[in-house]
């Protein structure tokens, strides 16, 4: 979930279209954020939302996935943004090329909604756990990229420490832009910069 303004427009009775993963999104963080995530239930969401119990797991396979539409996103983008890549760069600059392309669509007035309330809400175990999960998914897609641009395999050494470190310096970047506030311009000038930091 992100700052951004619903893009449905009113439907019936003023509510936005009801079986819009925004809606659910809104409706969870609403919830999280007046009682707590795990004083929230998926019921309770989907009722706040005006849908059903069932519509929610369509979108969402655990109340855990719902503060990740955006990551999800751009992981599902990453191997495009990969390839997008100058061919005769190294693996390391590709990869990190590759990252800033990525975070270039995230400006100050699309943060996901989990870097500036995650404490708010009393920073669930469970959150942590969905954040590693895709924390590796986006490895293996980085290393396999490395390992196919190197001509090792995604589980040699190297692509995987390649992997890792480009990974370690976007969650930098991206918890400090997001502590920047309505200033914090766009996310990829942050990934440069972590990119290059000493």
Not at 35 to 62: K, M
């Given at each position: 979930?992100?700052?951004?303004?619903?893009?449905?427009?009113?439907?019936?009775?003023?509510?936005?279209?009801?079986?819009?993963?925004?809606?659910?999104?809104?409706?969870a963080c609403e919830?999280?954020?007046?009682?707590?995530?795990?004083?929230?239930?998926?019921?309770?969401?989907?009722?706040?939302?005006?849908?059903?119990?069932?519509?929610?797991?369509?979108?969402f396979p655990a109340?855990?996935?719902?503060?990740?539409?955006?990551?999800?996103?751009?992981?599902?983008?990453?191997?495009?943004?990969?390839?997008?890549?100058?061919?005769?760069?190294?693996?390391?600059?590709?990869?990190?090329?590759?990252?800033?392309?990525?975070?270039?669509?995230?400006?100050?007035?699309r943060v996901p909604?989990?870097?500036?309330?995650?404490?708010?809400?009393?920073?669930?175990?469970?959150?942590?756990?969905?954040?590693?999960?895709?924390?590796?998914?986006?490895?293996?897609?980085?290393?396999?990229?490395?390992?196919?641009?190197?001509?090792?395999?995604?589980?040699?050494?190297?692509?995987?420490?390649?992997?890792?470190?480009?990974?370690?310096?976007?969650?930098?970047?991206?918890?400090?832009?997001?502590?920047?506030?309505?200033?914090?311009?766009?996310?990829?000038?942050?990934?440069?910069?972590?990119?290059?930091?000493?």
């Amino acid at each position: 979930m992100n700052t951004r303004a619903s893009s449905d427009g009113p439907v019936g009775r003023g509510r936005p279209r009801v079986s819009s993963k925004e809606v659910l999104e809104e409706a969870a963080c609403e919830l999280f954020l007046e009682q707590g995530y795990d004083g929230t239930t998926v019921a309770e969401i989907a009722r706040r939302a005006g849908v059903s119990r069932g519509t929610f797991f369509n979108y969402f396979p655990a109340k855990s996935d719902v503060f990740w539409g955006d990551l999800d996103d751009a992981i599902a983008s990453l191997p495009t943004a990969l390839r997008a890549s100058d061919p005769s760069s190294d693996a390391r600059a590709a990869v990190r090329s590759g990252l800033v392309r990525l975070a270039e669509d995230f400006g100050p007035d699309r943060v996901p909604w989990i870097l500036t309330q995650f404490e708010a809400m009393g920073s669930p175990a469970e959150v942590g756990l969905s954040a590693l999960t895709r924390m590796h998914t986006a490895a293996e897609t980085l290393s396999q990229f490395v390992a196919e641009r190197s001509g090792t395999t995604a589980r040699d050494l190297a692509p995987r420490a390649i992997a890792y470190a480009a990974l370690g310096e976007t969650v930098a970047a991206a918890q400090a832009w997001a502590e920047r506030g309505p200033g914090r311009g766009r996310l990829s000038e942050h990934v440069l910069r972590a990119q290059t930091a000493d």
